[in-house]
C-alpha cells in the first residue's frame, strides 16, 4: 500500500495538486489512522489531508478515481469472458479461439514444462495476472513515461519485463506438438497485451500530465505574444492569470506596518505631557509603504494589440497589490479604458476598445496631445507611467515634449516595447528620441518579459 | 479508542455533533476525526452563512470543552492575540516600590554595584504575573484542552498567518522574555476563511483542508428540520427545492444555510403550511441581501415554486 501511496503522490502532482514531502508524511499519517478498507473514507482523508483548494480538490478527487479504478478494468475483462463462457463451454471451448477458450483452462488442462507467464495465462488466474502487470510496470518504471509517443516502448518494456521472449518461443513449440493449445495461448496473449496497452494509458495519463504541462507552459511563456495562434489565446489568458496570481502573492503586503520596539520618542514625550513625562502611553515607530499607482498608455495598433491585451489583462488582475491603474488605449487617439476592463470580461472588453479606437494607424503625436490635454491631472509624483507600444508613429510628429513632460510629473515613465531592439530607430521608429525621457526601457514580447517587467514595477514601492 | 474501527469512530463523530443541532456531512465528519487523531488544524473554507464557525461551536459543546475565539480582522497583531505585557501595572509596580527600591540600594556604594544588584531582580517586572494572555496563549494554558476557533483568518495581514505557524504545527509559542509555552493540552484548532484572500501555502500545509459548500437537498432538509423542528415536512421541501433553484440563478450572493434557517423560522412565525407566490415575494427579503438579486430572482419565483412543488410529488 506504501507504495500504490508514493505512486498516487506523484500522480497527484501530475494533475496540478503540490504534495511536499510534509503533506504526504501527513498523508501517511492519516491513511494509518483510517485504513484503506473503506474506499469512500480514503478518498476524503486524501483530499483533505492533501488538496488545499476547491480546484485542487475536484482534481485530486478525479485523480484518484482514475489511480484507484485502475486494476479494475483489467481484472473484469478476463472474468466476465471467463463467467459467459463457462456456462456453454464444455464442447465449443476447444474451437472458439479467443478468450471463451480459457474457460476450463482453469481446470488444469496446462500442460507441463510451460513458463510461468504460459502457466498464468492457462490458469486464468487474474489476480496473478494483475499483480504481475503491476510489478513489471514497476519494473519497467512506468511512472517515468512523459510523451504519448513513448507507449510502444513501454508496452514492450512491461511485456518483456514479463516473459515474452519465452513464451514467444514456446508458442512456436506448440504450433507444431498442440495447435488447438496455441491457439488458446495466442488468444491469452492477446488479451493480456491489451490489458499492458490500457495500463501503459492510464500511465500515461497519470504521471505524464506534469511534464506535458510544464513543457507547453514553458514554451508558451517564450513565444512572442504578437504571433501567437488563435486557439493558444485562451492558454494564454490561463497563464497570464497564473502569473497574476503569483505577482499579488509575492507583492500583496500591507501598507503600513507597525515596527514594534522602535520607540518613537518626540511623539510619546508629547503624548505623555499630562504625567510630567512618565511614559504611560507610548508611541512607537511606523513605516509607510506606498501601493503602486499605475497610469498604462497602451498602443493597440495592428500589431501590438495583442501585446497590449495581455498586457491590460495583467495589470487590472493585480487588485491587491495595486492601489490604482488608470489604462488608456490609442492608435490614432486616445481614450480611457479602465472602465471598460473593470466592468467587462476580457474578451468583451478587448473588443468594445479595439471598436473604438482600433484599426488605425497610430499617431503617437496626437495620442499624446489627447493625453496631456485630459488626462495629465491623473499623475502624481508616486505615479509609474508605463507606455506600451513599438514607437512607430508613421512619420508623423512624435511630441516628445510631451513625454519628457510626462516623465517629469511622475515619478517614474517605463516603455516596454515588443520589438527587439536591434529595430529601435530603424524606418519610422521613434524610439531613440522618447528613450531619453523613460526611467527604464525593455523589451516586452514575451509573457516571461512581460512578467518581469512588471514585477520590477511593482517592486519599486516596496 | 484506539481500537475502534475508523468508519464507526466517523460515524460516531457525525452523530455527536447531531446531537449539538449540527448535521455534519461525511467529509466534514471524516475531517474532525482526523484531526482529532493526527492532532491537526482544520481549515474551513466555503462561502458565508454555510456553518464554519457553527462548526467550531458544535465540537466544543459535544466535546464538553470550552471554546476560545480570536476575531482576525486587519491589524491584528500579537499584541491582541497571543500576548501582552500590562504595561501600566509594570510602572505602577515600578512607582510605588520606589523606596523600597531605595532601600536595596541603599547599600551599594557605587553606580556599578547598584546596577549588579538590580539585575539581580531585574527579571521580576518579565515574570508571568505581568503577561497579559490574549486568545492564542489563553487556549494552550487550558489544562482539559479547549476548542480553540480563529475565525476567518483571511481578514488578517499576511504577517500574522506566520504568527500562527508555530502553534499550529508544534502547539507552542515563544515569548521572549519568558521562554517557550507549551500546550498543557494540544487544543483543537479551527480556523475558518471566506477565500477573501489567498492563505499562504505554509499555513495551508500545517492544516487538513476542509472545503464546506452549499449542502445537498437532503443534508439541508435535516439541517432545517434539527434547527427549526416546528416546520412541516412538506414545507420544507419546498422551500429547500425553491432554495435550490435559486442558488442555479447568477446572484450578488446566494442564500446560505443560514438564510434557509432565517427563512424557515419566518415562515413557521407566518404560519405558513406551503409556499406560494404571495408569501415568497413578501419574505424574499430574508433570503437575499441585494436588491438586485431580489429584482433578478422575483420573476423566477413562480416557475421555481412549481418546480418545487413537482419534486415533492416525485421525490
Same mark, same amino acid.
Given at each position: 500500500?506504501?507504495?500504490? !501511496? ?17 503533506? #504526504? ?26 488538496? =488545499? *483548494?476547491?480546484?485542487?480538490?475536484? +482534481? ?8 484507484? *479504478? ?18 456453454? +463451454? ?38 496473478? /495476472?494483475?499483480?504481475?502487470?503491476? #510489478?513489471?510496470?514497476?519494473?519497467? *518504471? ?42 488458446? !495461448? ?36 517564450? $513565444? ?31 501598507? =503600513? ?23 504611560? !502611553?507610548? $508611541?512607537?515607530?511606523? =513605516? ?19 501585446? #497590449? ?25 486616445? /481614450? ?7 466592468? =467587462? ?31 495629465? *491631472? ?68 514575451? $509573457? ?15 | 479508542?484506539?481500537?475502534? @474501527? ?45 456553518? @464554519?464557525?457553527?462548526? &467550531?461551536?458544535?465540537?466544543? &459543546? ?16 500579537? &499584541? ?225 415554486? &412549481? @418546480? ?8
Amino acid at each position: 500500500m506504501r507504495e500504490n !501511496l508514493h505512486r498516487f503522490f506523484r500522480a497527484a502532482r501530475g494533475v496540478g495538486v503540490h504534495v511536499s514531502p510534509a503533506e #504526504s508524511i501527513d498523508a501517511m499519517r492519516a491513511v494509518a489512522q483510517v485504513g484503506v478498507s473503506d474506499r469512500t473514507i480514503l478518498r476524503d482523508t486524501l483530499l483533505l489531508t492533501l488538496a =488545499k *483548494s476547491q480546484d485542487e480538490k475536484l +482534481a485530486l478527487g478525479d485523480c484518484f478515481d482514475l489511480f484507484f *479504478s485502475q486494476p479494475e478494468p483489467r481484472e473484469d475483462q478476463p472474468q466476465s469472458d471467463n463467467d459467459d463462457a463457462s456456462q456453454d +463451454a464444455d464442447q465449443q471451448a476447444n474451437q472458439s479461439p479467443s478468450s471463451g477458450s480459457d474457460s476450463d483452462a482453469g481446470e488444469g488442462q496446462a500442460p507441463e514444462g510451460l513458463g510461468p507467464l504460459a502457466q498464468m495465462l492457462l490458469s486464468q488466474d487474474r489476480n496473478a /495476472i494483475a499483480a504481475a502487470i503491476a #510489478s513489471a510496470s514497476g519494473a519497467a *518504471s512506468l511512472t517515468d513515461i512523459r510523451y504519448s509517443t513513448q507507449r510502444g516502448i513501454f508496452s514492450s518494456r512491461i511485456l518483456d519485463a514479463m516473459g515474452l521472449q519465452r513464451l514467444r518461443d514456446e508458442l512456436d513449440e506448440l504450433t507444431a506438438t498442440n495447435p488447438a493449445l496455441a491457439e488458446r !495461448l495466442r488468444g491469452a496473449l492477446d488479451a493480456l497485451r491489451e490489458a499492458v496497452r490500457d495500463t501503459v494509458a492510464q500511465g500515461l495519463a497519470l504521471y505524464a500530465r506534469e511534464e506535458a504541462e510544464n513543457l507547453r507552459n514553458e514554451i508558451l511563456r517564450n $513565444a512572442p505574444l504578437a504571433r501567437i495562434e488563435r486557439r493558444q489565446v485562451a492558454e494564454m489568458r490561463a497563464l497570464i492569470r497564473q502569473i497574476a496570481r503569483r505577482l499579488r502573492e509575492r507583492y500583496s503586503k500591507p501598507r =503600513k506596518r507597525q515596527r514594534r520596539g522602535h520607540l518613537d520618542v518626540r511623539r510619546t514625550l508629547r503624548r505623555n505631557a499630562a504625567w510630567g513625562g512618565v511614559p504611560f !502611553l507610548t $508611541a512607537w515607530k511606523r =513605516k509607510h509603504r506606498d501601493r503602486p499607482k499605475i497610469v498604462a498608455i497602451c498602443d493597440v495598433s495592428g500589431s501590438v494589440a495583442q501585446v #497590449s491585451d495581455f498586457f491590460l489583462l495583467l495589470i487590472h488582475s493585480l487588485h491587491e497589490v495595486v492601489d490604482d491603474v488608470h489604462s488608456f488605449a490609442f492608435s490614432s487617439h486616445l /481614450i480611457e479604458v479602465s472602465d471598460i476592463l473593470e466592468k =467587462k470580461s476580457p474578451e468583451e472588453a478587448m473588443a468594445e476598445i479595439m471598436s473604438k479606437v482600433g484599426f488605425g494607424s497610430s499617431d503617437y503625436g496626437s495620442s499624446l496631445v489627447d493625453f496631456e490635454k485630459e488626462f495629465m *491631472s491623473t499623475l502624481t509624483p508616486q505615479t509609474t507611467v508605463i507606455v506600451l507600444g513599438d514607437a512607430r508613429s508613421n512619420n508623423l510628429d512624435p511630441r516628445a515634449d510631451i513625454l519628457r513632460r510626462i516623465s517629469e510629473r511622475s515619478k517614474r515613465l517605463v516603455w516596454l516595447n515588443p520589438e527587439g531592439r536591434l529595430a529601435w530607430g530603424f524606418g519610422d521608429s521613434e524610439m531613440p528620441r522618447y528613450a531619453t525621457f523613460c526611467s527604464v526601457v525593455r523589451q516586452c514580447a514575451t $509573457a516571461q518579459q512581460l512578467e518581469r517587467a512588471v514585477s520590477d514595477i511593482v517592486a519599486t514601492y516596496q | 479508542m484506539a481500537e475502534q @474501527k475508523p468508519s464507526t469512530a466517523i460515524e460516531a463523530v457525525e452523530s455527536g455533533l447531531a446531537a449539538q443541532g449540527y448535521i455534519a456531512s461525511r467529509q466534514i465528519a471524516t475531517a474532525v476525526y482526523l484531526s482529532q487523531q493526527i492532532e491537526k488544524p482544520i481549515l474551513v473554507e466555503g462561502p458565508a452563512g454555510v456553518g @464554519k464557525t457553527e462548526l &467550531a461551536k458544535a465540537i466544543a &459543546a459535544w466535546r464538553g470543552m470550552k471554546m476560545i475565539r480570536l476575531q482576525c480582522y486587519e491589524g491584528l497583531d500579537e &499584541a491582541k492575540a497571543l500576548y501582552e505585557w500590562k504595561y501600566a501595572k509594570q510602572l505602577l509596580y515600578t512607582q510605588i516600590l520606589k523606596d523600597k527600591l531605595g532601600e536595596v540600594l541603599g547599600g551599594a556604594q557605587t553606580l556599578h554595584d547598584a546596577l549588579n544588584q538590580l539585575h539581580d531582580f531585574g527579571d521580576v517586572f518579565f515574570s508571568k504575573e505581568f503577561v497579559e494572555p490574549r486568545p492564542l496563549l489563553q487556549a494552550l494554558e487550558q489544562p482539559g484542552g479547549c476548542v480553540l476557533l480563529i475565525d476567518e483568518i483571511d481578514k488578517s495581514d499576511a504577517e500574522f498567518e506566520s504568527l500562527l505557524l508555530e502553534i499550529l504545527s508544534d502547539f507552542q509559542v515563544t515569548i521572549p522574555e519568558l521562554g517557550t509555552v507549551s500546550a498543557i493540552t494540544p487544543p483543537t484548532v479551527i480556523l475558518t476563511s471566506n477565500s477573501e484572500r489567498d492563505l499562504g501555502d505554509a499555513l495551508k500545509r500545517r492544516c487538513l483542508h476542509l472545503h464546506i459548500g452549499f449542502p445537498e437537498q437532503r443534508l439541508e432538509e435535516r439541517i432545517v428540520e434539527s434547527r427549526v423542528p416546528g416546520i412541516s415536512q412538506t414545507l420544507r421541501r419546498q422551500m429547500v427545492g425553491f432554495i435550490h433553484e435559486i442558488r442555479s440563478l447568477d446572484l450578488k450572493k446566494l442564500p446560505s444555510v443560514s438564510e434557509t434557517i432565517d427563512w424557515a423560522r419566518v415562515l413557521v412565525l407566518l404560519q405558513a403550511t406551503e409556499l406560494d407566490t404571495e408569501i415568497v415575494k413578501d419574505t424574499l427579503n430574508v433570503l437575499l441581501k441585494y436588491e438586485a438579486d431580489i429584482e433578478a430572482a422575483a420573476p423566477h419565483v413562480t416557475t421555481f415554486i &412549481a @418546480k418545487a412543488a413537482r419534486s415533492n410529488v416525485f421525490g
